[in-house]
């Protein structure tokens, strides 16, 4: 029987041979290679190609696949990657090092102890958390009336009453909190809301209204949040990088983590989402957007001028809903600022 961590490993395992397949231009390489590299422990594959790629997300159409390795998609601490060229293009290529044991002693999984491809630490909270909201779905969620023992907020190991929840099909809730709405850059069209994570709850009692314990208080509980079923779903935290498969042209619309300076690591919103064609994975070029200033010298009264977009990075999309994304910045030449625009590489 495949156990969701198998499942996981062959999707990857065919995914990589697929787009090494399909990789028809030469992919340009780091002046500054090295020959081999032994990776360590804090590495991502983000960073082990960035050693030897100018462009970290084309990593995987050059990596060869070693049919009589073992996991040969799966890199740990002491592994070895080679570059060499067949045919004028690059290759990156997989040695086991020798401190590298694949016994169940050591791993539970093929997946446990595996460097990931980008920093999961820096978007962990952001993979399972609803933070986007419809404004329907908003208006319909249970909502928080009261407290019991005549507190006025709410904190943990507190209950709080809510309208309404009729079932037990869902046992355990996030509280959530509506929040800003997140627009299009350029036509200001509402694109969905916030929803920031407040606290998560224990059905005790259904009804109208209905009791939650609440747990893991982030912020303390008002009248008026509301509530979301957790799903049961794994979140995906596993991240293979590639162009958007069709044309994908959108502006960074928000920065979370309550940060004002954008830099490398921090998670930003896109105003573009799956109805666009993202996926998780797609790696997107962020161009800071060119202000538009007075031409002092013009004889033309308040004549402006627009400056041309300068490159300024690159992010990863994490994580898609509907008309929004959530995305890692991977690299930062320059200050980027919300409103900067985003495209294909």
Same mark, same amino acid.
């Not at 502006?251 to 921090?266: A, K, M, P, R």
């Not at 977009?309 to 929004?324: N, S």
């Given at each position: 029987? $495949?156990?969701?961590?198998?499942?996981?490993?062959?999707?990857?395992?065919?995914?990589?041979?697929?787009?090494?397949?399909?990789?028809?231009?030469?992919?340009?390489?780091?002046?500054?290679? !090295?020959?081999?590299?032994?990776?360590?422990?804090?590495? +991502?594959?983000?960073?082990?190609?960035?050693?030897?790629?100018?462009?970290?997300?084309?990593?995987?159409?050059?990596?060869?696949?070693?049919?009589?390795?073992?996991? !040969?998609?799966?890199?740990?601490? @002491? %592994?070895?990657?080679?570059?060499?060229?067949?045919?004028?293009?690059?290759?990156?290529?997989?040695?086991?090092?020798?401190?590298?044991?694949?016994?169940?002693?050591?791993?539970?999984? !093929?997946?446990?102890?595996?460097?990931?491809?980008?920093?999961?630490?820096?978007?962990?909270?952001?993979?399972?958390?609803?933070?986007?909201?419809?404004?329907?779905?908003?208006?319909?969620?249970?909502?928080?009336? &009261?407290?019991?023992?005549?507190?006025?907020? @709410?904190?943990?190991?507190?209950?709080?009453?809510?309208?309404?929840?009729?079932?037990?099909?869902?046992?355990? $809730?996030?509280?959530?909190? !509506? @929040?800003?709405?997140?627009?299009?850059?350029?036509?200001?069209?509402?694109?969905?809301?916030?929803?920031?994570?407040?606290?998560?709850?224990?059905?005790?009692?259904?009804?109208?209204? &209905?009791?939650?314990?609440?747990?893991?208080?982030?912020?303390? +509980?008002?009248?008026? %949040?509301?509530?979301?079923?957790?799903?049961?779903?794994?979140?995906?935290?596993? $991240?293979?990088?590639?162009?958007?498969?069709?044309?994908?042209?959108?502006?960074?619309?928000?920065?979370?983590?309550?940060? +004002?300076?954008? =830099?490398?690591?921090?998670?930003?919103?896109?105003?573009?989402?799956?109805?666009?064609?993202?996926?998780?994975?797609?790696?997107?070029?962020?161009?800071?957007?060119?202000?538009?200033?007075?031409?002092?010298?013009?004889?033309?009264?308040?004549?402006?001028?627009?400056?041309?977009?300068?490159?300024? =990075?690159?992010?990863?999309?994490?994580?898609?809903?509907?008309?929004?994304?959530?995305?890692?910045?991977?690299? &930062?030449?320059?200050?980027?600022?919300?409103?900067?625009?985003?495209?294909?590489?």
């Amino acid at each position: 029987m $495949f156990t969701s961590s198998n499942k996981l490993a062959y999707l990857v395992f065919g995914l990589l041979i697929s787009w090494g397949a399909l990789a028809a231009d030469t992919v340009a390489v780091n002046p500054n290679h !090295p020959d081999r590299y032994v990776v360590v422990k804090g590495d +991502t594959l983000w960073d082990i190609s960035g050693r030897f790629l100018r462009d970290p997300w084309r990593w995987p159409d050059v990596w060869y696949v070693n049919p009589q390795i073992a996991n !040969p998609h799966l890199i740990y601490p @002491g %592994d070895i990657i080679t570059m060499t060229y067949v045919n004028g293009q690059p290759r990156l290529s997989l040695q086991r090092g020798s401190t590298v044991k694949l016994s169940p002693q050591v791993r539970s999984t !093929p997946l446990e102890g595996a460097i990931p491809a980008i920093p999961i630490d820096a978007i962990h909270q952001f993979l399972t958390r609803p933070y986007v909201m419809e404004q329907a779905d908003m208006e319909s969620a249970p909502y928080v009336v &009261a407290f019991a023992d005549e507190h006025i907020l @709410g904190s943990d190991n507190i209950k709080a009453y809510v309208r309404s929840i009729d079932n037990t099909d869902n046992k355990i $809730f996030d509280v959530v909190r !509506p @929040g800003d709405a997140y627009k299009d850059a350029d036509t200001g069209e509402i694109l969905g809301y916030e929803a920031l994570y407040i606290s998560s709850s224990e059905l005790l009692q259904p009804g109208d209204p &209905a009791t939650l314990m609440l747990q893991g208080m982030e912020l303390e +509980t008002v009248k008026g %949040d509301r509530l979301l079923p957790v799903s049961d779903d794994t979140p995906l935290n596993t $991240f293979y990088p590639a162009a958007p498969k069709q044309e994908v042209s959108g502006s960074i619309i928000s920065v979370l983590n309550g940060v +004002t300076q954008i =830099g490398q690591y921090n998670v930003v919103v896109l105003d573009r989402g799956a109805s666009d064609g993202l996926e998780a994975g797609n790696v997107l070029t962020i161009d800071h957007r060119g202000e538009t200033i007075r031409d002092v010298v013009s004889k033309t009264r308040g004549d402006t001028v627009t400056l041309p977009d300068e490159p300024a =990075g690159l992010l990863m999309v994490f994580r898609t809903f509907d008309r929004v994304s959530f995305a890692l910045v991977m690299q &930062a030449s320059r200050a980027i600022h919300v409103l900067d625009r985003v495209h294909n590489p």
